[in-house]
T-cell receptor, first 110, second 116 residues
Framework: EDQVTQSPEALRLQEGESSSLNCSYT??????LFWYRQDPGKGPEFLFT???AGEEKEKERLKATLTKKESFLHITAPKPEDSATYLC???????????FGQGTILTVHP | GAVVSQHPSWVICKSGTSVKIECRSL??????MFWYRQFPKQSLMLMAT?????????EQGVEKDKFLINHASLTLSTLTVTSAHPEDSSFYIC????????????FGPGTRLTVT
């Protein structure tokens, strides 16, 4: 059974204080790892897809990396508007069924 | 691109009535759509997978007769909560996978259902 564990559960940062979120996964035959951002009361917003170890993707202040066991979402010089819940999910051999982690609640204080 | 809409965004209904939620892919065709349920401060729980023109596949523990799913076209899937009860109150979110794309799922904004 596919498993995804995110840490920490919550992270509080000061504006400009860079940090990383972790996503550890167990899946037989990874077909893709996904990062989403979710604001309260809204659906998840797609951020990145990573397919193979060593792959990296960037978008504004966010950078996602992937190894064979985990993925990191690096946030550089965060702003208050980056506050949200960040969700990690994987797709294994089940073709399309996302397995989500519990998410990391990020709060960035001005 | 890859925009998914849901309607309504929130709904209040009385116990015993049925409620229909629509999920539309606005700028792409979606052969597969997914329905999730999310409880407060929890992650998303997959309820069912629907493919255009065929019956939905429900996850273990999800009542097929209570949560009716219809994927009538490449841009529309509906979830009907039948004989709703207060315990069905939740945040329902759909997602769609672009036909021909890899595995990315794009999510709708969600529907808040409150059953009184």
């Amino acid at each position: 059974e596919d498993q995804v564990t995110q840490s920490p559960e919550a992270l509080r940062l000061q504006e400009g204080e860079s940090s990383s979120l972790n996503c550890s996964y167990t899946v037989s035959g990874l077909r893709g790892l996904f990062w989403y951002r979710q604001d309260p009361g809204k659906g998840p917003e797609f951020l990145f897809t990573l397919y193979s170890a060593g792959e990296e993707k960037e978008k504004e202040r966010l950078k996602a990396t992937l190894t064979k066991k985990e993925s990191f979402l690096h946030i550089t010089a965060p702003k208050p508007e980056d506050s949200a819940t960040y969700l990690c999910a994987v797709i294994g051999p089940s073709y399309g069924k996302l397995t989500f982690g519990q998410g990391t609640i990020l709060t960035v204080h001005p | 691109g890859a925009v998914v809409s849901q309607h309504p965004s929130w709904v209040i209904c009385k116990s015993g009535t049925s409620v229909k939620i629509e999920c539309r892919s606005l700028d792409f065709q979606a052969t597969t759509m997914f329905w999730y349920r999310q409880f407060p401060k929890q992650s998303l729980m997959l309820m069912a997978t629907s493919n255009e023109g065929s019956k939905a596949t429900y996850e273990q523990g999800v009542e097929k007769d209570k949560f009716l799913i219809n994927h009538a076209s490449l841009t529309l899937s509906t979830l009907t909560v039948t004989s709703a009860h207060p315990e069905d109150s939740s945040f329902y979110i759909c997602s769609a996978r672009d036909y021909g794309a890899t595995y990315e799922q794009y999510f709708g904004p969600g529907t808040r259902l409150t059953v009184t």
